[in-house]
């Protein structure tokens, strides 16, 4: 898994949903720039203009005041902090050791909420301006990031949201178009990206779902195409999540090029001919991906993360809730390799105690692969049985500092890897993807990605630059006994049937005491029947077949029709539903739950 830095500018046309929704719902879309600023120039006294990290406001400024000569606007940004407040209030999360962390790619989560980012005089002096302003003119609007915090919120009319997606965000903040709320320094792009995930991103998704919670949003805009704005009366948007959580679903992938990167995927999805390859899909990691939704005339993209925050029992589960909050707790990608240049980094992810020590996240990274495609490839896996570890450390240190490459695999283990074969990789297990594979990715939910890279082959990055190894904290969090013999049917494990029938069966490929979730397996000719029981949800892949149709065994309309290697979300209030093989050959599908 991957930070998502620099991803392929594309938007998947092909993962979109249509919900079937009652006309009244679709009858406050309205899109068009124009068309939307009259809307909000209709409303009166003082509209607060909110938006996510990345929202564009000029445009849409420029159409209420076209539509409202008369009206005053003022920029809540004067509310915010300082700069160097902002700075220091930040520095915890953004430690500079650059002996462990070379390049500064990790921070620390620490809980903050949308009060640390004001001036609470400021703020109360531009409350007064704004209702001094309201008196004086027939539309007073208050704009940007926190428009809409209680302070203002209280004296608002009306109150609009204009969302983006993380892929939208991240293309803005590349193009210099974005930068760290209230912050006036001159930052290179590194420490623009790791402030904006432990401290912007957070605190901005968590006001988004107290905004959502509260019903305190009249309008939703979705701001992806600043030059083509959608909006939908929020209690609308509303009925359409509530039709959503009835259905299967797919979110929309984001695809990014790697080193290593391989084509599979790029021909599969018939991705643009400029990609120098396809490394990650980023098909549910859910902090990075959104969901495409047909809504009357136009189709709103919507970030995953606004949905499952709002909606969270319903989607995940009460017991989902209660054992990790507002969040999705796993996360679904794929690692292409195949026909590409190597393998992945030797590498390894830290344990519960040193993510809480030193990232202040609540979970360990635990990863898992299954092997989709396969060509002659293996996969790292533990140590080997004979591995001098102190041997080892010296080659990573030498490799590190004075690039001198060495024989990994006498070090590292692999296995041959098979289609269909499952590996688990609870955090300290050292691992890697080798060349000339696609495996699903499936790990647990952490904020940053804590991949700590042992070995690298002495790669530079597609922009010519060194990757960064981090030793340090690798030998810390190495668990060293996890070894050949000793993974061998632990950490590679044999399938094991837990029901079947006529046709059919259902298998556990990967599960583990470490490990939170459960990794199975439908094998069938025609269909399957299954069940969240209105309790757990399950993410289904499929993995070898041509299409399969998912839908409610309730109401069979409520479906989704599923592509190879698509993966499909099914809310835990959906209950009982049945796969159906729509092609000529046998299918397996992966399934995916809390265990």
């Known amino acids: 898994m991957s930070f998502m830095f620099n991803p392929y500018p594309y938007v998947d046309p092909e993962a979109v949903n249509f919900p079937e929704l009652d006309a009244e719902v679709t009858k406050s879309v309205v899109r068009g720039n124009v068309k939307i600023g009259a809307l909000l120039a209709g409303t009166r006294g003082v509209l607060a203009l909110d938006g996510y990290v990345g929202a564009s406001f000029p445009e849409l400024l420029m159409r209420i005041g076209e539509a409202a000569p008369d009206a005053v606007f003022f920029d809540v940004s004067e509310a915010y902090k300082s700069s160097e407040e902002l700075e220091q209030l930040l520095a915890e999360s953004l430690p500079g050791d650059r002996v462990i962390d070379p390049i500064l790619l ?131 948007l509303e009925k ?20 290593w990167g391989g084509q599979f995927v790029k021909k599969l999805r018939r991705l643009s001919c400029d990609m120098r390859n396809c490394a990650w899909v980023f098909d549910m990691i859910p902090n990075e991906v959104s969901l495409q939704v047909r809504i009357g005339p136009c189709t709103f993209n919507i970030p995953f993360s606004a949905f499952f925050r709002h909606c969270g029992e319903k989607l995940m589960g009460k017991e989902s809730v209660e054992r990790f909050g507002y969040v999705f707790p796993i996360r679904f ?110 790990g647990s939910y952490t904020i940053g990605s804590y991949t700590f890279k042992l070995y690298d082959y002495l790669r530079k990055d597609l922009d010519g630059n060194p990757r960064p190894i ?66 757990k949800f399950h993410v289904l892949v499929l993995v070898q077949g041509d299409e399969i149709l998912v839908c409610s065994k309730q109401d069979p309309s409520l479906s989704y029709h599923a592509k190879y290697m698509d993966m499909v979300v099914l809310p835990a209030s959906l209950g009982d539903y049945t796969i159906i093989n729509l092609g000529k050959t046998p299918c397996k599908v992966t399934k995916t739950m809390l265990k």
């Open 106 to 236: 990790f921070g620390k989560c620490i809980h903050r909420e949308l009060d640390a980012l004001f001036d609470e005089k400021k703020l109360t002096a531009l409350a007064g301006k704004l209702q001094a302003a309201a008196k004086e003119h027939p539309l007073a609007v208050v704009y940007g990031c926190g428009a809409s915090c209680e302070t203002l919120r209280r004296i608002a009319g009306k109150t609009a949201f204009v969302d983006v997606t993380p892929l939208a965000a991240t293309i803005r903040i590349r193009a210099g178009k974005t930068k760290p709320l209230g912050d006036k320094g001159k930052r290179a792009l590194p420490y623009i990206f790791r402030r904006m995930y432990y401290f912007d991103y957070e605190i901005m998704m968590l006001h988004r779902k107290q905004l959502m919670d509260a019903g305190a949003i009249d309008f939703y805009i979705d701001g992806n195409l600043p030059d083509d704005l959608r909006l939908i009366a929020f209690a609308d």
């Open 240 to 259: 359409v999540f509530a039709e959503m959580l009835r259905r299967p679903f797919r979110c929309t992938p984001v695809y990014i090029e790697g080193v």
């Open 333 to 442: 990608n794929y690692d292409d390799t195949y026909g590409g240049s190597g393998n992945m980094s030797i590498q390894v992810h830290p344990p519960q105690a040193y993510n809480q020590k030193h990232f202040g996240e609540p979970f360990q990274q635990d990863e898992s692969y299954y092997c989709v495609k396969t060509a002659g490839s293996k996969t790292y896996l533990g140590l080997q049985d004979d591995c001098d570890v102190e041997e080892f450390y010296r080659c990573v240190g030498r490799a590190e500092k004075d690039h001198v490459p060495f024989d990994h695999d006498k070090y590292v283990n692999s296995f041959p890897s098979e289609e269909g074969d499952q590996f688990l990789l609870p955090g300290g297990t050292i691992h890697a993807s080798g060349r000339n594979q696609v495996v699903l990715e499936i």
């Open 470 to 535: 981090h030793s340090i904290h690798g030998r810390n969090v190495l668990v060293t006994d996890r070894r050949r013999s000793a993974v061998d049917g632990v950490l590679r494990p044999r399938p094991v049937t837990v029901r079947e029938g006529e046709g059919w069966k259902e298998e556990i490929v990967g599960e583990h005491d470490l490990i939170y979730f459960s990794l199975r397996r439908f094998t069938f000719d025609r269909s399957v029947s299954d069940s969240t029981e209105g309790k």
